[in-house]
């Protein structure tokens, strides 16, 4: 079992509809992440919260909008995908809300496909 | 950030220890060095973290030699649910944890 849970497990979504990835962790962890990761390649990083707000961007399209709403909850809202952004969307959380070498705990992912 | 290089592959026997080893040779001085295991449509899990000399847990052993220009993951005494792929980092201190291609290991019966 893992502390971070996602939701839902998996999603199947057209190129026009709207639907968003949930991510929960409460080990009071300051810091929350988002990975997006393609079949046999290593998770990539999209986005970093840090308290809460937006520390990191990378430089990830706009059809995918990040939100920390509180310190416990991150979401990943997505519109207008491509079927090349098919993948394993992995939240990640770490202890400390300032950086630091705290190890990251990950969910299992929510996997998602676009058609 | 510190670029690293692992083998892509390894094959291994039940029961025999499994030495990983990653290569960073452009490590900073206050860069840690963190692995973590991902089995298939599951998320990365951290395995152990190290800086210099030789770490232990209960899982495995991280030995970095005085240089830091690499490192090697030893797991002892492998079975089949350690089939996975291993994942050698190297850490800033910032929210960049970055991940390298890894190393897909197989244990064999």
């Known amino acids: 079992d893992t502390e971070v849970t996602q939701t839902p497990k998996h999603l199947v979504m057209g190129m026009t509809n709207k639907k968003s990835l949930k991510c929960e962790q409460h080990?009071?962890?300051?810091?929350m992440y988002w990975y997006k990761q393609k079949a046999k390649k290593p998770p990539e990083l999209m986005f970093v919260?840090?308290?809460?707000?937006?520390?990191i961007n990378e430089s990830v399209p706009s059809r995918f909008s990040p939100e920390c709403p509180n310190s416990s909850l991150l979401n990943l809202h997505l519109h207008a995908l491509q079927p090349e952004d098919s993948a394993l969307y992995l939240c990640?959380?770490?202890?400390?809300?300032?950086?630091?070498?705290?190890?990251?705990?990950f969910g299992n992912g929510t996997r998602l496909t676009v058609t | 950030l510190a670029k690293t290089t692992q083998p892509i592959s390894m094959d291994s026997y039940e029961g025999q220890e499994v030495n990983i080893t990653c290569s960073h040779n452009?490590?900073?001085?206050?860069?840690?060095i963190t692995w973590y295991q991902q089995f298939p449509s599951q998320g990365p899990r951290f395995i152990i973290q190290?800086?210099?000399t030789k770490v232990t847990n209960e899982v495995a052993s991280l030995f970095i030699p005085a240089d830091r220009k690499s490192s090697t993951l030893s797991l002892p005494r492998v079975s089949l649910s350690d089939t996975a792929v291993y994942y050698c980092?190297?850490?800033?201190?910032?929210?960049?944890?970055?991940f390298g291609a890894g190393t897909r290991l197989f244990v064999k019966a």
């Open positions: 990640a959380s770490s202890q400390s809300g300032g950086g630091g070498y705290s190890p990251l705990h």
């Open positions: 080990m009071g962890h300051r810091a």
């Open positions: 919260y840090s308290y809460e707000k937006l520390s």
């Open positions: 452009n490590i900073a001085t206050n860069d840690y």
């Open positions: 190290g800086y210099k």
């Open positions: 980092l190297v850490e800033t201190g910032g929210f960049k944890t970055i």
